[in-house]
């Protein structure tokens, strides 16, 4: 069914457990703070709204709920490069130390160990995070090349099927920039756009072997997250239930409780999923170089891709980067 040892991404990930600790932190914190902003915010809305109407109450707690979650969102927006910068991307490089079977220290000074890396390597977070959207926007066009043939199947039953193998297939492709990341940090690479225009190529040209572990990968997480959401549920109804009416509770109950189940994938899933694709990755393309054909089918149909290759080309080498640990 797949291609990774499951038992080896767990000790992987067991390994980084200082970097696993700080996500919970960040992604606990980060729903935590939505919690936080959609209680206050339906309470406020109750209270204004016995200025009101008779059901007042009830629906200014749902408008006081939905202000606090837009500004959630909107901080949360604004600091996704640092996340993606000081948490995700550093724990990368050291998975792919332990991948590599490399000594890491523990404790505080892991997490130095690798945004190490990450600062010397990318140097600002705007250079990781401009790559890491274009390597998103790749990945969508990518998709279009290879389910290309579905839009010719004309059967109705057959195309709702489809359409649902379509959706699954596209949400195993979320830690494909990830593992393109890993691929830079894995290869030292001097010019991060051309590193990425490799992988994603690689990658291209092995889509059907990474493809199939990733699909099983994405459903068996999802069903563990589906589980998590489910037994969250219920303290978040309770938790709710001081917030405003009926309606209000059955509203924000669903959200409070996908964002703490979406705070344990984030936190402790997603790492398993990258140690476990970065098994496949990395098998898969070793001795292999970049195929031209795949640079050129990848050039025509992503207007993405050819910014890369046209960043690639204009980035300015700098010195040498150290290996993890080194910069100081």
Do not use: C
Request: proline letters at 4%.
């Amino acid at each position: 069914m797949w291609d990774f040892s499951f038992t080896r991404s767990v000790g992987m990930v067991m390994r980084t457990l200082p970097f696993v600790i700080l996500r919970m932190l960040v992604y606990f914190g980060i729903a935590l703070g939505y919690v936080f902003a959609i209680g206050v915010g339906s309470f406020i809305g109750y209270a204004f709204g016995h200025l009101g109407s008779a059901d007042g109450p009830s629906t200014g707690a749902i408008w006081g709920g939905f202000i606090g979650f837009g500004l959630s969102s909107a901080a949360l927006y604004f600091a996704r490069e640092y996340i993606l910068y000081l948490v995700k991307a550093a724990h990368i490089a050291v998975l792919v130390e332990v991948f590599d079977g490399r000594e890491i220290p523990g404790g505080q000074g892991q997490v130095k160990y690798g945004a190490a890396f990450v600062q010397s390597h990318f140097g600002e977070a705007s250079v990781l995070f401009g790559v890491d959207q274009i390597i998103k926007g790749v990945i969508r066009a990518l998709f279009g090349i290879i389910n290309v043939f579905t839009a010719f199947i004309p059967i109705p039953g057959l195309q709702q099927i489809i359409r649902l193998v379509e959706a699954v297939i596209r949400n195993s492709l979320t830690y494909v920039d990830e593992v393109i990341l890993a691929y830079l940090i894995r290869t030292r690479t001097q010019n991060p756009w051309d590193g990425a225009k490799d992988g994603l190529i690689l990658y291209a040209q092995n889509y059907k072997t990474i493809l199939r572990s990733a699909v099983w990968l994405s459903v068996f997480l999802w069903g563990l997250t589906a589980l998590l959401f489910v037994v969250f549920l219920f303290p978040a109804t309770a938790l709710m239930a001081f917030a405003g009416g009926y309606t209000a509770v059955g509203a924000w109950a669903f959200v409070i409780a996908f964002l703490l189940a979406w705070s344990i994938k984030a936190a402790v899933l997603e790492p398993l999923a990258i140690a476990s694709l970065m098994q496949v990755y990395f098998k898969v393309i070793e001795g292999q170089t970049p195929d031209p054909e795949w640079d050129a089918r990848l050039s025509g149909a992503s207007r993405k891709f050819r910014e890369l290759a046209d960043k690639a080309a204009k980035w300015v080498h700098g010195p040498a980067a150290p290996k993890p640990g080194a910069a100081t």
